[in-house]
């Protein structure tokens, strides 16, 4: 396997790009392409569809965003391309490297995402964008009720992250997707993974494709130290509690199985006195990006997470990433652990192992082709946090019970005045409740 740090001796001028887009790529601090940038964009320029499979934070969305905005500068039209994203942080970061990119010739950026009012997006639509970045399912939200909306004019679609596209609630989606866009048109198909559904899709949407793999076929950088500790799962939060304090100025990502877990986690670890804050599916899109934005900035240096972070963002400083729960599918480990030693620095990946999760941990050894060192803890110096950590649990856990308390009480008192509103009418509701008190 090609390094992925390994220099690539040649410029984006001596790959073909154009002299605006050079500058562009000179004021993004991007001065070599990177390998899979390199190897894709002479085939991109070509006309060729491609496949291209490569790790994560290699690059990928500038080897499929520069060979489109040069397409586009050739010959400019609205709704030129379309890329799909699995998740919309994903979506709304390639609308901006396609801004930041296109931003000398003009180009238009619409990102169609949930969470958002629709009305406000299909104000964007009107405005003609030149590409469309989005999720699966508010674009065919948008192409099924957005009047005069349609991608009958697209020159390219690009699926990034296509492995992740593949799952049961985009599959289908994508096919209604596939089925009213233009067939005449370049697809570009990315992922850092080549299952089988993969394979699939590219049957499916591709012709003739050049295959430009710059990573073999499931792996984790060389700069990255990936280590695991085998806990008990009552002294798990004392570990993971000893790594960060130990490591306090490492700039960390924890990830959870579950939305909740990483709301309770962060409360826990800022109860103690250590800069956390959560990102999940079940927040909403303003709450998400606001927290990202925190966590880009250095005010916050933990960032806890479900795999809804595992993928694409784009956070250059990660340290270290630790698995607080191992997950399920060991595909996802790749996806993780990838968040750190980006473009070819040194980073860390410490796994927490418990004993119901020992399977799930054998699987990921096998994917990755190594055993793992141990990450070197006294468990009795680790074990003089418990009482610290046991408190500051049941603090967490006393104001997660208020909060819910107040939510009903709230309901509650929403309901008694709607009621009050229903008989008496809204200027009556004072006398209403004196009446009930005499």
């Known amino acids: 396997m090609a390094e992925e740090n390994e220099e690539v001796v040649t410029t984006f001028k001596a790959l073909g790009i154009c002299d605006q887009l050079v500058e562009a790529c000179d004021k993004l601090g991007w001065k070599n392409p990177s390998k899979i940038q390199a190897e894709a964009i002479p085939h991109a320029l070509d006309g060729k569809d491609l496949i291209g499979l490569a790790q994560t934070g290699s690059g990928k969305t500038g080897a499929f965003a520069l060979p489109i905005l040069q397409a586009l500068l050739e010959s400019p039209q609205a709704f030129f391309a379309c890329v799909l994203s699995p998740t919309r942080e994903l979506a709304i970061q390639i609308s901006e490297q396609f801004e930041a990119l296109g931003s000398e010739i003009g180009v238009k950026c619409a990102v169609l995402v949930g969470g958002v009012d629709m009305v406000q997006q299909a104000i964007n ?137 990483t709301r309770f986690l962060a409360m826990v670890l800022s109860n103690l006195g250590l800069k956390a804050i959560p990102i999940s599916g079940h927040m909403t899109q303003a709450k998400r990006l606001g927290a990202l934005n925190l966590f880009k900035s250095g005010q916050y240096n933990i960032l806890v997470c479900t795999d809804v972070a595992s993928r694409g ?63 070197p803890a006294e468990e009795a110096e680790v074990l003089l946090l418990l009482e610290r950590v046991t408190e500051a649990k049941r603090i967490t856990q006393r104001k997660i019970k208020d909060e819910i308390g107040n939510k009903r009480k709230k309901k509650d008192d929403d309901c008694v005045e709607k009621d009050a509103e229903k008989y008496f009418g809204p200027k009556d509701r004072k006398s209403s409740k004196k009446a009930k008190r005499r």
């Open 125 to 261: 639509i009107a405005k003609r964008p030149h590409i469309i970045v989005g999720t699966p399912g508010r674009l065919m939200d948008h192409l099924t009720n957005t009047k005069g909306f349609s991608l009958r004019t697209l020159k390219y679609l690009v699926l990034d992250e296509a492995d992740r596209l593949l799952n049961e609630e985009f599959e289908k989606t994508l096919d209604e997707i596939l089925n009213v866009i233009p067939r005449d048109r370049k697809t570009y198909l990315f992922s850092a993974t080549m299952t089988k559904k993969v394979k699939k899709l590219q049957r499916a949407c591709l012709r003739n494709p050049v295959k430009i793999e710059a990573a073999s076929k499931y792996s984790t950088v060389d700069t990255l130290k990936q280590l695991y500790r085998f806990v008990p799962a009552k002294y798990k939060d004392c570990y993971l509690v000893y790594i960060l304090t130990e490591r306090y100025k490492s700039t960390s990502m924890v990830f959870t199985r579950t939305c909740d877990a």
């Open 313 to 375: 963002l784009d956070i250059p400083s990660v340290d270290m990433v630790i698995n607080y729960d191992i997950p399920t599918n060991s595909k996802d480990y790749i996806h993780r652990v990838g968040r750190t030693a980006r473009a070819g620095r040194s980073g860390v990946a410490i796994s927490l192992v418990n004993q119901y999760e020992l399977e799930w941990y054998i699987q990921i050894e096998k994917l990755i082709g190594k055993k793992l060192p141990e990450y």
